[in-house]
């Protein structure tokens, strides 16, 4: 029974759903996260405490509430809703980038924090602006920001209420593997639940190994 779950081609399409979703979402939060998290931390200005204050407390933000918050914005009434996103691929997308990205900015902001400390004289003192130094300071913390981002994609794998919201978990097209999960196991197909609860534990406990193994090293 297990090796014929393996071999179903529905298996495989959420399970790819759910990576292309996932790394598009997860690409997105990086590459807003981490500039602005090492602006966060570089650059003093009014209000930037409270930005940071809100980012972290966002790191609990509950997925149902901006699955909600998105449908009211891409639905038919709402100020979005011609662009027809609603129930697709793209509004899920959206969802888990919008859930992954205070826990970047969070993580990144934390690093730059004290190689700012370390460093940043010498950066000013060898001709660096603020602007150049973002790069060379994302550079100088790689292995935090990969840490940063490995987090960010564990949230989005791990992901169901807001994707639930936007996506309507519809049959090979916005279906994943934890929306499956839930629906597999209330229709009492447990063999295909249970696949994809161990594909997705599985890819779960990858990446939080890889996570505490990069958190484990010395940045610089």
Do not use: K
């Amino acid at each position: 029974m297990l090796s014929a779950v393996v071999a179903s081609p529905e298996l495989w399409s959420i399970i790819g759903l759910s990576l292309a979703v996932s790394l598009c979402a997860t690409t997105i939060a990086a590459l807003l996260g981490l500039p602005i998290g090492t602006a966060l931390a570089i650059w003093d200005f009014p209000g930037r405490r409270g930005i940071v204050v809100t980012c972290n407390a966002l790191l609990g933000l509950p997925p149902a509430v901006v699955g909600l918050g998105l449908y009211l914005l891409l639905s038919r009434s709402g100020p979005l809703g011609g662009l027809r996103l609603l129930f697709t691929p793209a509004a899920m997308v959206i969802a888990q980038s919008v859930l992954a990205l205070p826990i970047v900015v969070a993580l990144a902001h934390r690093a730059v924090e004290d190689l700012w400390e370390a460093f940043g004289d010498a950066l000013m003192d060898l001709g660096a602006s603020r602007w150049r130094a973002v790069p060379a300071l994302i550079f100088m913390g790689r292995r935090h920001m990969l840490t940063a981002i490995l987090a960010g994609f564990g949230r989005t794998m791990s992901e169901v209420g807001a994707i639930l919201v936007v996506g309507g978990n519809i049959a090979s097209y916005t279906r994943t593997m934890t929306t499956a999960i839930v629906l597999e196991t209330s229709r009492g197909d447990l063999p295909l639940a249970l696949g994809l609860g161990f594909v997705l534990i599985g890819l779960t406990l990858l990446i939080s190994a890889a996570a505490f193994a990069l958190a484990g090293r010395p940045t610089w």
